[in-house]
T-cell receptor
Framework: QQQVKQSPQSLIVQKGGIPIINCAYENTAFDYFPWYQQFPGKGPALLIAIRPDVSEKKEGRFTISFNKSAKQFSLHIMDSQPGDSATYFCAASIRNTDKLIFGTGTRLQVFP | EAQVTQNPRYLITVTGKKLTVTCSQNMNHEYMSWYRQDPGLGLRQIYYSMNVEVTDKGDVPEGYKVSRKEKRNFPLILESPSPNQTSLYFC?????????????FGSGTRLTVV
């Protein structure tokens, strides 16, 4: 129940494409859903986050879609660029705790 | 510059030889945590600390120890390392509830136990 399931494991798109990464959870106590971006040799960095009271959040070319009834959320990258090539992690946490449960990660490669 | 600093970045050691990975943050964050990252398994929490002298186990604490004697430092101790602890380790800190602030991660320590 504490898991966050992430797919796909890897993703290859061409520049300008719209990669979509999906995550699913079981624990209905989760109420904070961030995405982290990790470049090789670096630690993960917070990219964008959403709460379950909204169905979508956009920041620049990155969009989170959230489906509370299905207990699923996804990251869309509009007009993807080679510089977006990185590993992306979804995560979830429970209100008023600082514990983040991470998905297994998706390695994205964007080719010119 | 606000950051989480881990040392060393790379470490090769032998089975059973005690080691410490240091972690320090300069943001006056109350919450600190250690994660290990393994292929196909994502980031798994080892230990976390809500404040000085307050630590608790994460999901994979076996074989690890931590201490939080000062707010800025949160070292990870492997008393008797084994090959299955070969991994990429990350320290992270947060100002408070992750709902609002998120984690700041260090650059990682790649540990190899032979």
């Amino acid at each position: 129940q504490q898991q966050v399931k992430q797919s796909p494991q890897s993703l290859i798109v061409q520049k300008g494409g719209i990669p979509i990464i999906n995550c699913a959870y079981e624990n209905t106590a989760f109420d904070y859903f961030p995405w982290y971006q990790q470049f090789p040799g670096k630690g993960p960095a917070l990219l964008i986050a959403i709460r379950p009271d909204v169905s979508e959040k956009k920041e620049g070319r990155f969009t989170i879609s959230f489906n509370k009834s299905a207990k699923q959320f996804s990251l869309h990258i509009m007009d993807s660029q080679p510089g977006d090539s990185a590993t992306y992690f979804c995560a979830a946490s429970i209100r008023n705790t600082d514990k983040l449960i991470f998905g297994t990660g998706t390695r994205l490669q964007v080719f010119p | 510059e606000a950051q989480v600093t881990q040392n060393p970045r790379y470490l090769i050691t032998v089975t059973g030889k005690k080691l410490t990975v240091t972690c320090s943050q300069n943001m006056n964050h109350e919450y600190m945590s250690w994660y290990r990252q393994d292929p196909g398994l994502g980031l798994r929490q080892i230990y976390y600390s809500m404040n000085v002298e307050v630590t608790d186990k994460g999901d994979v604490p076996e074989g690890y120890k931590v201490s939080r004697k000062e707010k800025r430092n949160f070292p990870l101790i492997l008393e008797s390392p084994s090959p299955n602890q070969t991994s990429l380790y990350f320290c992270a800190s947060s100002k408070g509830a992750t709902l609002n602030y998120g984690y700041t991660f260090g650059s990682g320590t790649r540990l190899t136990v032979v």
